[in-house]
């Protein structure tokens, strides 16, 4: 078992923000059925980071298909590590953004005002995952 930690940057305009993130969410459902993948994409204004876990060649090849997708730059691995279970086994690949279930862990968790993960530890990070992984989701989708 692989988990691995990156973080980007977002270049997906306002207006194709909703149809962007349906298609990311699919794809990933899709592939990471198939490889055994699970995880966290937080998608936050224009803030992304994500957890992959899973074997260690289905997490590093569908690192290396996500880091060269043109929907988002400065990708920047921040941690990966082995041999301990999965955090995020119960979902796929959860998409989160903030929203009324979600805004006092973001709240909690905020640098300068908002989620900056550039400026958050890995552990962190990954805690502040585990935490919204345990929130319901609202009722309408984040996308
Ligand atoms: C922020 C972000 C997160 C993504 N997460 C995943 C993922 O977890 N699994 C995956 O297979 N593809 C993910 N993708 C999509 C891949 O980069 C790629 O577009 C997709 O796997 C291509 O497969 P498809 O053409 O069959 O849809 C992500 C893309 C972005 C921009």
Same mark, same amino acid.
Request: hydrophobic share 40%; charged share 25%.
């Given at each position: 078992? !692989? ?10 305009? &306002?207006? =194709? ?7 990311? =969410? ?7 059925? @198939? ?5 966290? !994409? @937080? ?7 994500? *957890?992959? $876990? ?16 043109? =929907? ?13 279970? =999965? ?16 805004? !006092? ?5 905020? @640098? ?10 890995? $552990?962190?990070? *990954? ?7 345990? *929130?319901?989701?609202? !009722?309408?989708? &984040?996308?």
């Amino acid at each position: 078992m !692989l988990r691995l930690l990156y973080i980007s940057k977002s270049a997906i305009t &306002a207006e =194709r923000r909703l149809p962007e993130l349906r298609d990311i =969410r699919q794809s990933a459902n899709r592939h990471n059925n @198939i490889n055994g993948i699970t995880g966290m !994409l @937080i998608f936050e204004q224009d803030k992304i980071a994500q *957890v992959l $876990e899973g074997e260690r060649l289905a997490v590093t090849n569908t690192f290396g298909r996500i880091a060269r997708d043109d =929907r988002h730059t400065d990708v920047e691995l921040l941690e990966v590590t082995s041999g301990h279970d =999965r955090l995020f086994g119960a979902w796929g690949m959860r998409v989160v953004t903030a929203g009324p279930e979600n805004s !006092l862990l973001f709240k909690r968790f905020a @640098i300068d005002g908002g989620f900056r993960p550039e400026l958050m530890e890995a $552990e962190t990070l *990954v805690s502040l995952m585990v935490h919204l992984s345990r *929130v319901q989701p609202s !009722l309408k989708p &984040a996308a």
